[in-house]
C-alpha cells in the first residue's frame, strides 16, 4: 500500500514562504508509485478538523484548491522524481498545522473542475509553524 511521507516543514515568519514536498516511502514498484494517483495535501491543526487544502490529477493537468489557501498555495507533481509539492506563499499564523499528503481514491473531471475521491491513507505530516 502506498504510504506517503512528507518533508519541507519549519518555522516561517508571517508573509513567508515554504515548500512541502511528498513522496512514497519503501520501494515505488507498480501499486505503490504515487504517479499512478490523483494526490491530496491537507492540513491539521490543534483541536481542529482536517483541511483537505488541494488536489492534483494524476496526469499534473488539474488542480483544485480550498477558499482558505486558493491564490497563495500551488500544488504541483514531478514525474521523473514520483514527488508532489505544495508551495506556500504569504504564509498567515492561521496556517499553522501538521500538514499531509495522501494518494486519492479516483478523480473526476468534469466541466474543466477536477474532483478527486477520498484520501487512502494520510502520511504522518509535517509540522509547519508560522509565527513572529
Known amino acids: 500500500q502506498l504510504q506517503p511521507v512528507e518533508s519541507g516543514g519549519g518555522l516561517v515568519q508571517p508573509g513567508g514562504s515554504l515548500t512541502l514536498s511528498c513522496a512514497a516511502s519503501g520501494a515505488t514498484f507498480d501499486g505503490s508509485n504515487l504517479n499512478y494517483y490523483a494526490m491530496l495535501w491537507s492540513r491539521q491543526a490543534p483541536g481542529k478538523e482536517r483541511e483537505v487544502l488541494s488536489c492534483?490529477?494524476?496526469?499534473?493537468?488539474?488542480?483544485n484548491y480550498a477558499d482558505s489557501v486558493k491564490g497563495r498555495f500551488t500544488i504541483s507533481r514531478d514525474k521523473a522524481r514520483s514527488t508532489v509539492s505544495l508551495r506556500m506563499n504569504n504564509l498567515k499564523p492561521e496556517d499553522t498545522a501538521v500538514y499531509s499528503c495522501a494518494a486519492a481514491l479516483g478523480e473526476q473531471v468534469f466541466g474543466g473542475k477536477l474532483t478527486c475521491g477520498d484520501a487512502i491513507s494520510w502520511g504522518q505530516g509535517t509540522q509547519v509553524t508560522v509565527s513572529s
Open positions: 492534483i490529477s494524476q496526469s499534473g493537468t488539474s488542480t
